[in-house]
């Protein structure tokens, strides 16, 4: 990627809340900001639970979000009518964690893959065909596969096909949602070197969401850090993994098992005391207040702002 390409998505303060209960509200995402340049890979970790797979699919417009904007090449992609949405959807698509769920067990490979070509009008009779064995030697597969059926194939082979089904429709962005997270770690690197390859051949930029933090730094640019519905910092991979500035940053750093063995044993691991708090009415200040160990008063009232701390550098603390 080129550092000065232009900025493909930018998510502005986005929000997405789910009404629980009649007097409770779950902020799954609060006020998030980040951009994707053209090309560019950002990764987006945090455990389960904070807030990643919502903010993806409300990228995508799978979810309507309850405020902020989501600009795609400088479309808010909120605000479309039903033919405008179905243009975008051309442009953007989805990979996700578990092929085996999201591929229909009754159709052929062939037709999974074709479905989008079908739906966008884009081929038909043998060109169609051809395009579809063209997918699926490009993810590592080949023509003889059209005619089977998802239940045939291994979960790497699977991710396979879904990352032919997202491609049909050449795409520009793709939402790639935990799509290592189910597979043997001996086929994630596959997996994710494909993602790779095919970014490099198609000028493909992605939105990669992952627990795994290991993986993440290996394909992504930059890393998008949540807690809680919130991003807490945003850096450039190596400034992230190499200096982080957020307390909860470093602590879920410090847990990544190293190789060497003996830096692996002296190894300080910082240990993250308490349990997540729940996303449903949270209290007002930083939401990691509760289990940081450097906590002041002050971060317990004030909902610290997410601040270009450095160039490309964006934390979400009082302390920092
Ligand atoms: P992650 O991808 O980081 O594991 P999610 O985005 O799946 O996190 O979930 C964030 C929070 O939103 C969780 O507390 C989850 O229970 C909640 N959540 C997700 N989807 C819904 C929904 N459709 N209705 C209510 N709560 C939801």
């Keep these: 990627m080129k550092k000065d390409a232009k900025v493909l998505i930018e998510v502005k303060n986005l929000k997405k809340y789910f009404k629980v209960g009649p007097n409770a509200t779950l902020k799954a995402v609060d006020d998030v900001s980040f951009f994707i340049r053209k090309g560019e890979t950002l990764g987006l970790v945090g455990e389960s639970g904070c807030g990643k797979t919502t903010c993806g699919r409300t990228v995508m417009g799978m979810y309507k979000a309850t405020g902020g904007e989501v600009m795609f090449d400088g479309i808010d992609i909120h605000k479309l009518n039903k033919s405008e949405k179905k243009k975008f959807t051309r442009r953007a698509q989805m990979i996700f964690q578990d092929p085996y769920a ?20 884009l081929y038909s009779g043998q060109e169609r065909t051809d395009r579809i064995y063209n997918l699926l030697e490009i993810v590592g597969l080949n023509k003889e596969h059209a005619s089977r059926f998802a239940h045939e194939f291994s979960g790497g082979q699977r991710q396979r096909i879904g990352i032919a089904r997202a491609l049909a429709i050449e795409p520009e962005f793709i939402v790639c949602d935990e799509p290592i997270s189910a597979l043997d770690v001996s086929i994630q690197a596959q997996v994710v070197n494909l993602l790779i390859k095919l970014q490099q051949e198609l000028g493909l930029t992605y939105l990669f969401i992952a627990h795994d933090l290991s993986m993440v730094k290996h394909i992504s640019d930059r890393v998008g850090v949540m807690y809680l519905g919130s991003m807490v910092e945003l850096a450039s991979s190596h400034v992230l993994y190499d200096k982080p500035l957020h307390p909860y940053t470093q602590a879920l750093l410090s847990a990544i098992p190293v190789p060497d063995p003996e830096i692996e044993r002296t190894k300080k691991r910082i240990k993250l005391e308490g349990e997540v708090p729940s996303p449903i009415n949270p209290k007002p200040g930083c939401k990691f207040a509760a289990r940081c160990r450097y906590a002041k008063p002050i971060c317990k009232e004030k909902t610290p702002e997410f601040k270009e701390i450095e160039k490309d550098h964006f934390v979400a603390c009082h302390l920092v």
Excluded at 102 to 121: A, F, Q
């Design 102 to 121: 999201s591929l229909n067990p009754r159709m052929t490979v062939g037709d999974i893959v074709g479905e989008g070509i079908d739906i966008h009008g």
